[in-house]
């Protein structure tokens, strides 16, 4: 029987293992830990979401671009019931590229800019089947239709989605439609046979955008989307993104997180600590037998 002493080789590489281990592990151990054991997984009484967009609108003004963001705060407080809130914030950018977002500063205000202010905030109670808004953020399986384009997110690509603060690691459920006056990316996640929309973004070409479903909801939207378009604001793209809430999915992709963290969020640190501890390994076997 062949009997090996340990020696400083290897224990050197039991600790470089051990510490690549915890490395690659820590993400995933440390989400499941903080978040997904203790927040819902279902759309129920208490569940709320929390989105950022940034409005479809510039103006300029004596060399001020103007722009306008929201904060679009949605939750559960009955079967089918919901309480909704909107926050409209004007963006004043004196610099080319003077604004930012990002989902880095979360669960901080995203939007960074020369000045933001708040222009108005609704909120408003309604039912799931009387909201056309919520019929976007949350579909059934049956889809819907926006500006007359069918959208069903069951015909969507199905990718992971990595790493994405409070979500975790869930399936992505994402397509891309265009015509000839709108063109629309769409990212859903599933909460239990009801989809959610996590990201979207829009070009609308012409004033008939699909924003519509944000003024047919606030009254304080469609009286504020009137005047812009009176005043002739400029149409440009926009977006609405998922950026907090307490309700993530059951169904998560633990299995390629684990690949992801190790093949590109901490690339190289995991195989150059490997290599060291495979060649440790090797010279301590040699020295110990």
Same mark, same amino acid.
Not at 3 to 31: D, E, H, Q
Not at 63 to 80: A, D, H, K, S, W
Not at 262 to 268: A, E, Q, R, W
């Given at each position: 029987?062949?009997?090996?002493?340990?020696?400083?080789?290897?224990?050197?590489?039991?600790?470089?293992?051990?510490?690549?281990?915890?490395?690659?592990?820590?993400?995933?151990?440390?989400?499941?830990?903080?978040?997904?054991?203790?927040?819902?997984?279902?759309?129920?009484?208490?569940?709320?979401?929390?989105?950022?967009?940034?409005?479809?609108?510039?103006?300029?003004?004596?060399?001020?671009?103007?722009?306008?963001?929201?904060?679009?705060?949605?939750?559960?407080?009955?079967?089918?019931?919901?309480?909704?809130?909107?926050?409209?914030?004007?963006i004043e950018i004196k610099d080319e590229g003077g604004m930012r977002f990002s989902t880095k500063s979360y669960p901080s205000f995203p939007f960074e800019a020369d000045s933001i202010r708040i222009l108005f905030s609704e909120t408003i109670n309604t039912a799931w089947g009387n909201?056309?808004? @919520?019929? $976007?953020?949350?579909?059934?399986?049956?889809? =819907?239709?926006?500006?007359? &384009?069918? %959208? *069903?997110?069951?015909?969507?690509?199905?990718?992971?989605?990595?790493?994405?603060?409070? @979500?975790? $690691?869930?399936?992505?459920?994402?397509?891309? =439609?265009?015509?000839?006056? &709108?063109? %629309? *990316?769409?990212?859903?996640?599933?909460?239990?046979?009801?989809?959610?929309?996590?990201?979207?973004?829009?070009?609308?070409?012409?004033?008939?955008?699909?924003?519509?479903?944000?003024?047919?909801?606030?009254?304080?939207?469609?009286?504020?989307?009137?005047?812009?378009?009176?005043?002739?604001?400029?149409?440009?793209?926009?977006?609405?993104?998922?950026?907090?809430?307490?309700?993530?999915?059951?169904?998560?992709?633990?299995?390629?997180?684990?690949?992801?963290?190790?093949?590109?969020?901490?690339?190289?640190?995991?195989?150059?600590?490997?290599?060291?501890?495979?060649i440790s390994l090797i010279l301590g076997i040699r020295q110990g037998l």
């Open positions: 029987m062949i009997r090996i002493k340990l020696n400083p080789y290897i224990w050197a590489s039991i600790i470089l293992f051990s510490i690549t281990f915890i490395i690659v592990f820590f993400p995933v151990a440390n989400y499941f830990l903080s978040k997904y054991v203790r927040f819902k997984h279902i759309i129920e009484k208490g569940s709320y979401f929390i989105y950022y967009g940034l409005l479809p609108w510039t103006e300029e003004f004596q060399n001020i671009t103007c722009m306008y963001c929201y904060r679009l705060y949605i939750e559960n407080v009955g079967e089918n019931a919901f309480l909704l809130n909107i926050t409209v914030y004007l909201s056309s808004l @919520l019929k $976007f953020i949350m579909p059934m399986e049956e889809g =819907f239709e926006i500006n007359g &384009l069918r %959208i *069903d997110p069951n015909e969507f690509k199905i990718l992971p989605l990595y790493d994405f603060d409070f @979500l975790g $690691f869930p399936k992505c459920y994402t397509r891309r =439609f265009s015509q000839p006056s &709108l063109e %629309i *990316d769409l990212e859903y996640i599933m909460l239990d046979e009801i989809y959610l929309i996590r990201f979207m973004r829009i070009i609308p070409f012409h004033n008939n955008s699909c924003w519509t479903f944000l003024s047919d909801q606030f009254t304080s939207v469609d009286v504020f989307t009137k005047d812009l378009l009176k005043r002739g604001a400029n149409i440009n793209m926009g977006f609405l993104i998922l950026y907090d809430g307490n309700t993530v999915p059951r169904e998560q992709n633990w299995f390629d997180a684990i690949w992801y963290i190790f093949g590109f969020m901490v690339f190289p640190i995991p195989i150059v600590l490997m290599a060291v501890a495979v």
